[in-house]
């Protein structure tokens, strides 16, 4: 009989990323990458197991951007030509390499793996959300939701109504994708203030996840730390990252992820390659990218990359499956230890950004694979589950109020709010400031609604939190700018149209065909609460 819980939760996000107005726009590969290495290998693990009966529970968030861009035609014609292109670059690898064992050995590995990806791409007619739907519908992955478009919730506090568009508009766009109302909410960032409890309960929402120190510094001090979760006062649970599960996994300098024998992520054939060879296989203007094909390992901690030694599959695969029995024990002498000092069962709840398994850490889905198998196999100290069933199993919990956080730098507002990226916070309230306005307008005729409505996008778009953090980490940052940037001068475009009563139905179109996220989106839901 167990004696405590493991909860497994993934954050599957990027940022809306979607230009029909290019025939090339790099950013669309953060797309094709995660599914290639990320989504697709988890749906594979979820299906294997599934098969051989094992009843794993694992909790994802779908955030909107992600579920829009998956389910959006014109990227799932793109992701096929482009995974198209590496199934014949990795065959015309197979050929270069014939006389090189080891490379060709690696090249035929990457053969396979485009092949499966082929096979579950095609088999769900290019629908991963469908593909998704069906492990929730199964009762073996819960999807929760998250902000509409990952707006940084701490940083628009002042107008209510932003906050509350970010929620509603969400779990509105959950329904319509997955047939039901979303029980819970990965806070973008996981970044909580004191008061936005209310607003997640209106919305129907029945709990959240915060960072640890979001529970440990609540009022009054929970008496189980993030072991067991808090209710608010509204009656929304608020769960809190275990800082030892995550650290052991999350960490590239004291987690699985940096081991010699895992696959060196930083050394790919698109920087490797003659040029004249790889150069049909790179970006248009010939500049050269990353391509997914990695023939090297890790190695050891403090190597140049010239240094790093070839990469071997089965080998990984092996400490991955050493790395899962290694976290399974972790988990076990964890729960035994807290549930004698508390005489009631623990909750360890280890949160990770989805890509990390498979992009990042291209062995984490055989991680997660043979982690659900020993759990299942090998122990009876804790068992998986779902935060919402948890709350059904443990209906009383103590009452506090949370401490504002975020799992970021420092765990606060800094990464989100300094001076790389303070610049845009004045021309987003400002912004939501003129919505909250023209919120009140009602639309002359069915130009003007359209016109409401992409106001709304462009505003929703402009506050995602992932440009304040590109623009942090200094990577990509000209393509951050000027989505902020563009999303802001559409919006204020519309907003003087829609004052002067005078609307440039023409570009309007065209605005609508390029942003064309939440398309049942309703403007109202900017006004007063």
Not at 167 to 196: K, M, S, T
């Amino acid at each position: 009989m167990s004696i405590g819980y493991l909860a497994l939760v993934l954050h599957a996000h990027l940022p809306f990323v979607r230009h029909p107005e290019s025939d090339y726009v790099l950013e669309e590969e953060w797309l094709f990458e995660a599914i290639t290495e990320t989504y697709i290998p988890i749906l594979q693990a979820f299906e294997g197991l599934q098969r051989d009966g094992i009843d794993f529970k694992i909790t994802m968030s779908m955030t909107p951007p992600l579920v829009s861009m998956l389910r959006d035609p014109l990227l799932q014609d793109r992701y096929d030509a482009h995974l198209t292109l590496l199934e014949e670059l990795v065959e015309k690898e197979v050929e270069h390499n014939r006389m090189n064992g080891h490379l060709r050995y690696l090249a035929e590995h990457y053969v396979a793996e485009f092949s499966r990806v082929r096979q579950t791409w095609e088999s769900y007619d290019c629908d991963l959300v469908t593909a998704f739907k069906q492990f929730q519908d199964s009762n073996n992955l819960e999807i929760i939701t998250c902000g509409a478009t990952h707006g940084y919730l701490p940083l628009m506090k002042m107008y209510p109504q932003a906050v509350w568009a970010q929620i509603q508009v969400a779990c509105e766009h959950y329904e319509q994708n997955f047939g039901r109302p979303p029980r819970g909410i990965w806070l973008p960032e996981c970044a909580y203030y004191e008061g936005l409890e209310r607003m997640l309960a209106d919305a129907g929402l029945r709990y959240f996840l915060t960072d640890g120190h979001g529970i440990l510094y609540a009022r009054p001090r929970p008496r189980f730390g993030t072991y067991a979760p808090i209710f608010t006062e509204t009656g929304v649970a608020a769960f809190g990252r275990d800082h030892e599960s995550s650290q052991q996994v999350w960490s590239s300098e004291v987690g699985y992820p940096g081991a010699a024998e895992y696959r060196e992520f930083y050394k790919d054939l698109g920087w490797e390659a003659d040029y004249e060879y790889i150069k049909p296989y790179i970006m248009p203007n010939g500049q050269r990218k990353n391509t997914g094909i990695k023939y090297h390992k890790i190695t050891g901690r403090g190597l140049g990359l010239g240094d790093k030694a070839l990469y071997d599959p089965y080998w990984a695969r092996e400490k991955a499956a050493e790395h899962a029995g290694n976290f399974m024990y972790n988990r076990e002498r964890q729960v035994g230890h807290l549930y004698g000092i508390m005489q009631r069962p623990p909750i360890i709840i280890s949160p990770y950004d989805a890509e990390l398994f498979g992009h990042w850490w291209y062995e984490g889905p055989w991680f997660l694979d043979y982690l659900f198998r020993k759990t299942w196999h090998d122990q009876s100290t804790y068992q998986m589950i779902h935060l919402a069933d948890y709350l059904q199993l443990h209906p009383t919990q103590q009452v506090c109020c949370p401490s504002q956080s975020s799992w970021g730098y420092k765990g606060f507002h800094e990464y989100w709010l300094n001076d790389t990226n303070a610049w845009i916070y004045p021309h987003l309230h400002k912004a939501a400031e003129r919505m909250i306005e023209i919120a009140h307008l009602e639309p002359a005729d069915e130009l003007a609604w359209h016109a409401l409505n992409q106001a709304a996008r462009e505003l929703l778009l402009a506050q995602s939190s992932d440009w304040a953090f590109i623009m942090r980490t200094g990577t990509m940052v000209p393509y951050a700018v000027r989505r902020t940037q563009s999303h802001l001068k559409r919006f204020n475009k519309l907003y003087e149209d829609l004052k002067a009563g005078k609307i440039d139905a023409g570009w309007l179109s065209k605005v609508e065909e390029i942003d064309n996220i939440f398309p049942e989106i309703n403007y109202r839901v900017y006004r007063p609460l």
